[in-house]
């Protein structure tokens, strides 16, 4: 779902609000920053409960449970390792997967800032890691997958 904030969704310029709060324009104060974030993640909540309450009109209440609670381990799994992509020493440097994905989202988040343009920030790629198991299905589907070049 990541790659949508980098996009116009029904004219909705999600991607304004995905540039300006995690990929942190320098110029914005702490406040707006705390601000935009809050509101990118309050989207990210409507969304889970729109899934939730789908899952709940079409299957029985323990599968709803079981998605709800995979859904909140994966989340907090995926805000952790993205975490630890900007942790200079992370711990978990000492495993290739996670030292091939920090690569991964650096690419995702080379793009030219400075421009401020729409064009620079949607041409980005990497935008729907899945983490060590998933990887980069949806990038792949997408054509938005850069790979890590050898040096």
Known sequence: MHFLLHKKV??????????KAHHRIDY?????LNYLTLIEHMIWGML?????????????????????IEALISTLLTYYVHLQYETKESW???????????????IHHRYRPSSGSYE?????????????????I??????????????
Do not use: C, Q
């Open 10 to 19: 029904f004219g909705i310029p999600f991607y304004l609000l995905h540039l």
């Open 28 to 32: 914005l104060s702490d406040y707006k």
């Open 48 to 68: 889970i409960l729109a899934y939730s309450a789908l899952y709940y009109w079409l299957f029985t209440t323990w599968i709803v449970g079981a998605f709800v």
């Open 92 to 106: 978990l440097s000492k495993y290739a997967w996670f030292v091939t994905g920090r690569k991964l989202h650096l």
């Open 120 to 136: 620079s920030f949607i041409a980005s790629k990497n935008d729907a890691f899945g983490g060590p198991i998933t990887g980069n």
């Open 138 to 151: 949806m990038d792949h589907l997408a054509g938005t997958y850069e790979p890590v070049k050898p040096l």
